[in-house]
């Protein structure tokens, strides 16, 4: 194999040196996470979209971080500017305040924007291909190779 | 055999990249979206009426005949644009016309078809935007074909030009009645 | 007289591009040692002309001559001078004219390095043809010194190229794109002369591996420019032009993999060699994707069909003929160095690294494929009449994930030559738990939380870490390399999962807090900028009562351009950024406004920039060997 004795005396310092520095990472991350219990507010006055419940945020942001906007179709509604965004998120908005239910907002979004109004494509006949893509891939290159 | 065919996959695939890429130099509208409500029927909304206060523009009435619905706002300058050919499709081809006004002011809107022209039957006042959300419109302006039984069945995003009305609309608006 | 010059140095260019894509070519048929002798000198014209193109190009921008109806297009008076001087890239035909000068940068760099090189002269030739196709593009369908019919005005940069970003992304980029013209030419220039062997894979590793640099350093310079710019804390959107730069990048890895590869097993050589081509025609392809208009992107430059033909065609050209070349001495032997000793083709024989490096190589080529395909499904979906199908970050995101799983469990058993011996499993098992462990609890320890997804990237990244040290004692320069990937990986998975963000409408003179942090909203006044009017809000951020910064968010409405535009204002930190921007004004004083806390964001691009120094200190390497 490849001899790199040239790279032996400084490998040896560069062994204990990156041993060191992985270990002090690993003690970093640990003590930074430790920050991370802090609590974060989901429902004071302030918030724009106030809700009652951390679920309902998480369900509000959920949904307009992978909702296409429809004007300026390679944002999310969460990131555009658009007036249109800003009515649809306030729609969003207003159906889980509503209560209704993920499937009743995704119903209510396709039925009048199609199922391009979400980033995720479905998972249908049309596009079997898609998700099979890298599977297929993958095989067929090792038979090419193969044979 | 074998191997031959193999040889040659790396070009089929290109081939076929390259062709199809080439189609979408000159077909593809990216930014295009189909109308996800064609062959439904138009949502069921009441808006106030603009030029008759106290009365209401109803779904209801866009029953009976083949009609258009245009989306229209007097910020939106291709709707200004679009105006000119929505008043010579109501006068010489005597299509019905019917009309939202989508997130303006009324008193904008009322003096605007007071300067412009006033092709409408009806207009409706979509000052929130709700029915716009119904409709599934990202621009505006945009204009339904709406058959007898309240169906929409063609969507045309942008101001409509004559060459288009004369083409694509007015053909269909015309099969639609004799359905 | 900027517009004559200007055409005159293209013209000049071309001819020598010309000169030097025919003659070393007839030279070679016909054994004229003359006609070889003028491929170095045709370069160095070339290279010199098109300098004289990119100089006086620029002079025009500084001197804001709107003569030029590019120069008009994207600049203004009142621009600064640095961004004047970078607006030359600005738009469609200005970054044809950087792509050309960077081709012919590596070209004349190349050749002085390999002065000595017998296929010189024929690798020349194979560049000179590219950089001919490109020149004709450049001057009959996207001139830069076209004339103004009538004097115009200046219609100003494109306020979000308006960024210290924009100085340095694209030329990075490019540098990266096209310097995959060299590993290609060679390749050709090898495969024309039968002579695939040691020493070409070692040249084209050596070429593979700058442009990779590059191209890894371009690619997380404008993730780190998205960040600054496009106000919502986001650095990677799977937009197809960001999937357009990423293609050629997937695929060089793959093809840094697979010379490695060919050092141990000789199979590899006709897969390094496709992947060559591969990789330089997905630049062509990003490069024609970018500007062809059929794709839906905030970034790409204005469409054109006649310019989309003309960059097919190209690529069309070039990819056939490379092809037909690859594929044409089918049987003919593939000349071998006898010092390489080809090793068993059995796998997992005697070298275990083989399969890393093979189910690397495969992995790679698999995720840029994919890419590709999700990126064109929604127009083939389009043309099939399946309907509108949108392929947006949630399906790469999904579908990315089980390829980078196996990419990192092969990572970490990179240093492993030998898997045979009970020993080394004791010891692995033992470091595969403790991994596993760290994944786990880590989290759910500091946080409450465990997260399926977020613990199996932990654990795979911590199992790449553990096995580093004995990495470093072998490959410096991969481990240093690999550390960045892993770094990389950690910045996304950290921040993804525990990154927090608060939308809230607040007065002046009142304060909110995002978690341990309060922020108070001191007011907002308007300035002037030399081509915006700017209202510009004052932001005080405390944690446990101690200052920790101010931060000042902008809304900036760009007078020439018509256009309002976002700025954000960031507290950098290795750990985690503080990021604010302006939302709307709600009413008389109301503001909405966007607060995002970012944990480990900066390991992203450190994660790249210590990719790019890893594969630097390859090449240094080597350099040394060779002295």
Not at chain 3, 317 to 328: D, F, G, S
């Amino acid at each position: 194999m490849r001899e790199n004795k040239s790279l032996v005396m400084p490998a040896q310092a560069g062994i204990q040196l990156s041993t060191q520095m992985l270990r002090f990472f690993l003690l970093i991350l640990a003590l930074f996470l430790l920050f991370l219990t802090s609590t974060f507010a989901y429902a004071t006055p302030q918030d724009l979209y106030p809700f009652s419940s951390p679920a309902d945020a998480q369900r509000f942001q959920a949904f307009i971080k992978t909702t296409r906007c429809v004007v300026c179709q390679n944002q999310t509604l969460a990131e555009s500017n658009a007036p249109l965004a800003k009515d649809l998120r306030d729609k969003i908005y207003t159906l889980i305040k509503d209560q209704q239910s993920d499937a009743d907002i995704t119903a209510f979004l396709t039925q009048r924007y199609g199922t391009f109004i979400f980033m995720r494509p479905p998972v249908n006949y049309a596009t079997l291909a898609l998700w099979l893509a890298p599977l297929l891939i993958f095989f067929l290159t090792i038979a090419f190779l193969v044979l | 055999m074998k191997k031959a065919n193999f040889t040659l996959m790396p070009f089929i695939i290109l081939a076929t990249l390259l062709g199809f890429l080439a189609y979408e130099l000159f077909h593809a509208k990216p930014q295009a979206l189909p109308s996800a409500l064609i062959g439904q029927s138009l949502p069921n909304f009441r808006l106030p009426s603009l030029l008759e206060p106290g009365k209401n523009f109803s779904a209801a009435e866009l029953q009976g005949r083949v009609s258009l619905l245009n989306i229209w706002a007097t910020w939106c300058s291709a709707c200004r644009i679009e105006h000119e050919t929505l008043i010579i499709i109501n006068q010489r081809d005597h299509v019905p016309l019917f009309s939202i006004d989508y997130k303006d002011n009324p008193e904008d809107a009322k003096l605007w078809l007071k300067n412009l022209g006033n092709p409408y039957e009806k207009i409706g006042e979509d000052t929130q935007g709700d029915l716009g959300i119904d409709l599934g419109i990202y621009g505006t302006p945009e204009t339904f074909i709406i058959d007898k039984q309240g169906k929409i069945r063609y969507r045309h995003v942008g101001a409509l030009d004559e060459n288009t009305w004369q083409e694509v609309l007015l053909p269909l608006v015309r099969q639609y009645e004799r359905e | 007289m900027i517009s004559t010059l200007g055409n005159i140095t293209l013209v000049c260019a071309l001819l020598f591009a010309v000169l030097q894509s025919s003659l070393p070519l007839s030279g070679t048929w016909r054994k004229n040692v003359y006609a070889l002798a003028v491929a170095r000198p045709c370069a160095w014209g070339q290279f010199f002309a098109i300098l004289c193109a990119y100089l006086l190009l620029t002079l025009a921008f500084y001197t804001n001559d709107f003569s030029l109806t590019y120069v008009a297009a994207n600049s203004h008076p009142a621009l600064p001078w640095f961004y004047r001087l970078t607006a030359l890239w600005g738009a469609h035909e200005g970054s044809i004219l950087l792509w050309i000068l960077f081709l012919n940068a590596w070209t004349v760099y190349f050749s002085h390095r390999q002065k000595n090189l017998a296929s010189l002269p024929l690798i020349l030739a194979i560049v000179g043809c590219v950089s001919v196709c490109f020149l004709l593009f450049l001057i009959f369908t996207s001139n830069p010194f076209l004339a103004a019919p009538y004097p115009l005005q200046g219609q100003d940069l494109n306020p979000l190229l308006q960024d210290p970003g924009f100085i340095i992304h694209p030329p990075m980029l490019y540098a990266g794109y096209v310097g995959f013209v060299i590993p290609f030419a060679i390749t050709q220039a090898a495969l024309l002369q039968k002579k695939l062997d040691a020493s070409w894979a070692m040249l084209t590793r050596q070429w593979t591996l700058a442009a990779w640099c590059f191209l890894t350093l371009g690619i997380t310079l404008g993730s780190w420019w998205a960040y600054r710019v496009l106000g919502w804390g986001g650095f990677w959107f799977w937009d197809p032009v960001e999937n357009a730069s990423l293609l050629p990048w997937l695929m060089g890895t793959a093809l840094l993999h697979s010379l490695v590869l060919f050092e141990k097993h000789a199979g590899s050589v006709r897969w390094s060699a496709l992947l060559t081509i591969i990789t330089f025609a997905f630049s062509l392809l990003g490069t024609f994707l970018v500007r062809s208009g059929i794709l839906v992107s905030a970034h790409t430059f204005a469409n054109d069909p006649a310019r989309g033909i003309f960059l097919l065609l190209l690529l069309a050209i070039v990819a056939t003929l490379a092809l037909v070349n690859y594929v044409y001495p089918r049987h003919a032997t593939l000349g071998m160095d006898p010092a390489v000793k080809p090793r068993d083709d059995s796998l997992g024989a005697r070298d275990d690294s083989l399969i890393g490096l093979w189910g690397n190589t495969l992995l790679l080529f698999t995720a840029a494929m994919t890419v590709l395909i999700g990126t064109l499904y929604p127009l083939i979906a389009e043309t099939l009449k399946l309907g509108a199908i949108s392929v947006g970050a949630p399906y790469f995101n999904l579908v990315m994930t089980p390829i980078l799983f196996l990419l990192l469990i092969l990572m970490g058993f990179a240093p492993y030559r030998d898997l045979h011996h009970r020993k080394l499993w004791f010891s692995l098992l033992r470091k595969i738990v403790v991994c596993l462990l760290g994944g786990i609890f880590l989290p759910w320890f500091f946080s409450g939380t465990i997260d399926f997804l977020t613990s199996l990237l932990l654990a795979l990244s911590f199992w790449v870490l553990i096995n580093l040290p004995i990495a470093m004692r072998q490959i410096p320069a991969m481990t240093i390399a690999h550390l960045g990937f892993v770094i990389l990986i950690l910045g996304i998975t950290l921040s993804s999962a525990f990154s927090e963000e608060r939308e809230v409408r607040i007065q002046p003179q009142e304060n909110t807090r995002l978690g341990p942090y309060v922020f108070h909203f001191l007011g907002t006044d308007e300035i002037q900028g030399e081509n915006y009017k700017s209202i510009r809000a004052h932001f005080l951020v405390k944690k446990n009562q101690r200052i920790i910064t101010d931060l000042t968010p902008e809304k900036r409405f760009y007078l020439v351009r018509d256009m309002i535009m976002t700025k954000v204002d960031i507290h950098p930190g290795i750990f985690r950024d503080l990021y604010i921007a302006l939302g709307e004004p709600l009413d008389k004083t109301a503001w909405s406004v966007r607060l995002y806390y970012k944990p480990f964001i900066r390991w992203v691009w450190s994660g790249g920039v210590l990719m790019t120094l890893g594969g630097l200190l390859a090449l240094w390497q080597r350099r040394q060997k060779s002295l």
